[in-house]
């Protein structure tokens, strides 16, 4: 059966849990396991603890510390990490007999966890914001919706070079972050339903390389992979080929979205694509050889994505809050260049604490505007025209999309002050109307924001005949938000809301310079964007810190900003 595991202090006082350790683990094996975990041979002092306890230099392990200070260490399954409940019938006991101490310089990790990084993660959380219970009951979401007999094969994305042995910075792929918390690459994933309540969570990861890792960083490595990520069978990822057919053979269906087209210089890559020596023939074999259907993974995946948890909405409330902050703030300066701006909310976005540019920003300066993506951000900006700025930050891999449109020189010309109210108007009433309660969808509001905004324009002298909304406002009103800018990639924008969906909200004006529109307008773009979550009666807007009021846009220049 599905469980998860109340807090070991709830249950055992630290002398019955050191004696559960010593019944079921030698003092050897103890040590030995945590060498395994930290990847070094050195011996451990298992007397230290008690000289050196209190010390900040080191962290102690053992039966008494785990029940008084959970998650200590993560070589412990203690219950603010979680313990899944594996395939076998009994829990996990902790598994140390005594307590020794271990150098923090030691616990080396290929991603930030909370014993090695406790300001930016809390106590039992994988990523910020989202705890090892939240991810093991993902993957039991994902296997109840699979029938008996399948299995779900998923990729860690590649390093990605842009030449030589200059490598971007890493970005996982959604799907497999949102089941795993594994934020590495080299990896693959397998969750096996193996019965209606119960399901096996394989995961095949690269070993600790001190030497490797002297040039790219720490490696969490495989035993890492159980008893950190809670995985129930681990694997070096360098024997996939061996490993991966014996647990593929057992499926009567295997959902994945494998193998891409992807060429890389790592094994898993070549493995998955074919590229691997004959002497595999690459994953596909491993299917055909199986004789078992492949299916689709993605449409399952992003029918849980797209709804959203208290913890995701929470780190995206916070994205969008540091955004916001940050966008308002450019308003109270005076900007001559776009490059500038696009350096100012960098800047910010990592200094108030989240991770950075959750996408390429757009900055774009008067007729610049009407370039949807604009991103080349590197013209100078004109006092009398407007700047939209479409940008937001990331935070525990999550991220709020946002869009402004200001005066350069902080006050809207008649021209500019009517189609901006026009559009603020639409916006806002595109906003109030994400609820469950209104019983619309994506596609339905994008209708609504169409017809308001063209009856709008019309009214503004605008020829709106033939279509003409087409043109004057080219893209979708909103889309779905989350891991990724346009989240739950193919899924629907038909679906009807629901709580706990998270959407933007993005309607514009863009009008083409020619004849055909109104000589006041022409060259005029903008966008009024918000990240919005649904709720049964009323949004709970995330972006709420960045004011888009015209009143409230025309009083901020000037005033005190973090800059003075």
Not at 75 to 96: D, E, I, Q, Y
Not at 249 to 269: C, G, H, W
Not at 273 to 280: H, V
Not at 516 to 529: C, F, L, S, T
């Amino acid at each position: 059966m599905e469980r998860s595991i109340k807090p070991c202090s709830a249950t055992l006082g630290a002398e019955a849990a050191e004696d559960v350790c010593d019944d079921m683990f030698g003092g050897q094996a103890a040590e030995q396991r945590v060498r395994r975990v930290l990847g070094t041979t050195s011996a451990i002092d298992s007397n230290a603890a008690r000289r050196t306890r209190g010390s900040s230099a080191r962290v102690l392990v053992g039966a008494p510390e785990l029940l008084s200070l959970p998650c200590a260490c993560m070589m412990m399954n203690c219950s603010l990490r979680t313990l899944r409940p594996v395939a076998r019938s009994r829990w996990r006991a902790v598994p140390l007999r005594r307590p020794i101490s271990v150098s923090a310089a030691e616990l080396r990790f290929g991603q930030p966890l909370h014993e090695t990084h406790p300001h930016l993660l809390q106590p039992g959380e994988i990523t910020p914001g989202i705890t090892a219970q939240e991810y093991y009951d993902r993957r039991v979401k994902l296997a109840k919706a699979l029938p008996k007999g399948s299995i779900a094969v998923l990729a860690a994305s590649d390093v990605k070079y842009r030449s030589g042995a200059v490598f971007y910075k890493f970005h996982q792929d959604p799907d497999f972050l949102y089941l795993t918390g594994f934020n590495e690459p080299d990896a693959l994933a397998v969750i096996e339903k193996v019965a209606d309540d119960e399901h096996n969570f394989h995961l095949y990861v690269r070993p600790k390389d001190p030497k490797t890792e002297q040039w790219e960083g720490s490696r969490s490595g495989v035993q890492a992979a159980e008893d950190v990520f809670n995985a129930d069978t681990t694997g070096d990822i360098n024997n996939l080929p061996k490993l991966l057919p014996e647990v593929i053979k057992r499926a009567e269906t295997i959902y994945t979205d494998l193998p891409s087209n992807r060429i890389s210089r790592n094994i898993l890559s070549r493995y998955l694509s074919g590229a691997e020596p004959a002497r595999t023939g690459g994953i596909m074999s491993v299917f055909r050889d199986a004789s078992a259907t492949v299916k689709p993974l993605r449409p399952y995946v992003n029918e849980l994505r797209v709804i959203k948890s208290e913890a995701e909405i929470q780190n995206m409330r916070r994205a969008g809050q540091h955004s916001g902050r940050a966008i308002t703030d450019a308003m109270r300066q005076s900007w001559t260049a776009e490059k500038d701006l696009d350096a100012f909310l960098d800047y910010w976005f990592k200094q108030d604490g989240c991770d950075g540019p959750a996408y390429v920003p757009v900055v774009a300066g008067g007729i610049n505007a009407n370039t949807i993506h604009y991103v080349t951000n590197d013209m100078m900006l004109k006092p009398d025209e407007l700047v939209l700025v479409d940008a937001g930050a990331e935070y525990g891999g999550y991220i709020t999309d946002i869009s402004r449109t200001w005066p350069v020189n902080g006050k809207f010309n008649p021209a500019q002050k009517d189609l901006y109210q026009l559009l603020l108007n639409v916006q806002r009433s595109c906003v109030s109307l994400c609820t469950v309660s209104s019983q619309l969808t994506l596609d339905r509001l994008h209708r609504i924001a169409s017809r308001t905004l063209a009856d709008g324009l019309k009214d503004l002298g605008f020829d709106m005949s033939n279509d003409a909304i087409e043109t004057i406002f080219p893209h979708h009103v909103g889309h779905y938000v989350g891991l990724d800018v346009h989240d739950s990639p193919g899924l629907t924008r038909g679906k009807a809301f629901e709580r706990g969906m998270c959407v933007t909200v993005e309607p514009g004006i863009y009008v083409p310079n020619d004849e055909r529109w109104p000589a006041w307008a022409r060259g005029i773009g903008m966008r009024i964007e918000d990240s919005v979550c649904v709720d049964e009666d009323s949004p709970y807007i995330l972006t709420t810190e960045a004011v888009k009021e015209v009143d409230d846009i025309e009083a901020l220049k000037g005033t005190e900003s973090r800059l003075n």
